[in-house]
């Protein structure tokens, strides 16, 4: 079974259209990056598939779970970190995490356990106590992750959760989640316009103009279409690539 499954999905805000017949499938325990320049449609496909956007066209399937049928099977499949940081600020990390386990519904006993293995698991654990405001953008970033994480879904969107931190920190993060992709078994979608965030063994999907204009592992589309990752994105989305 796919983590997710995207089927012609199409959207439009009035008479534009915003994603056009998008479809694609990403299989469990790959780090998939969502590649495209601003405009090309990657926050539409975001909000669609977090629920944020009712579908107009199109189907999407989170773990077998249709979106459009059954949004909370399969909305409890995926584990989201937004571009803009919904921690709150003046709780603890331990207490933003305890508060989104009750939003789950987890038990006390569930919470317990869950809390402590993302502690440990996104190197938390001696920040515990500390409030999030008092925190620098990576370690907040992992909290976000640790917290998406807690309900223990099949696919974790990452949307441009490198927006505003440094070099050393957004290098940090890239391979953080890849290590949890590697060692966990956990699906990825990374959604990115940075092209130094994607590395040759990544099922890469091009958006642009609101179409997938490629898909397939990174360095075989970059070899066929150009020869570098470079090349190949800047032929893919000029302006007459989106057909």
Not at 121 to 143: F, K, M, S
Request: net charge positive.
């Amino acid at each position: 079974m796919n983590a997710l499954d995207v089927s012609e999905l199409s959207f439009a805000y009035g008479a534009r259209e915003a994603l056009r017949q998008v479809s694609f499938s990403l299989v469990p325990g790959r780090f998939a990056a969502l590649l495209g320049p601003n405009g090309a449609g990657k926050s539409t496909l975001v909000a669609l598939l977090t629920r944020l956007y009712d579908l107009q066209r199109g189907e999407i399937q989170v773990g077998g779970c249709s979106l459009r049928k059954t949004p909370r099977a399969a909305l409890k499949q995926l584990g989201v970190v937004f571009q803009q940081s919904t921690l709150d600020l003046d709780l603890s990390v331990e207490q933003n995490l305890r508060y989104h386990a009750a939003l789950h519904g987890l038990s006390r006993h569930e919470t317990g356990l869950r809390v402590e293995a993302e502690l440990a698991r996104q190197a938390l654990t001696e920040r515990r106590r500390e409030r999030v405001r008092e925190l620098n953008g990576g370690h907040r970033r992992r909290v976000e992750i640790a917290r998406a994480l807690l309900h223990q879904p099949r696919l974790l969107l990452l949307d441009e959760a490198s927006v505003g931190l440094d070099p050393a920190s957004r290098l940090a993060l890239n391979q953080h989640i890849r290590s949890l992709c590697r060692e966990h078994g956990i699906s990825v979608l990374w959604t990115t316009h940075l092209l130094d965030e994607v590395q040759p063994s990544d099922d890469l999907l091009i958006l642009h103009q609101g179409r997938l204009v490629a898909s397939g592992q990174a360095d075989a589309l970059s070899l066929e279409h150009g020869g570098d990752l470079g090349s190949a994105f800047t032929r893919l989305t000029t302006s007459g690539a989106a057909r």
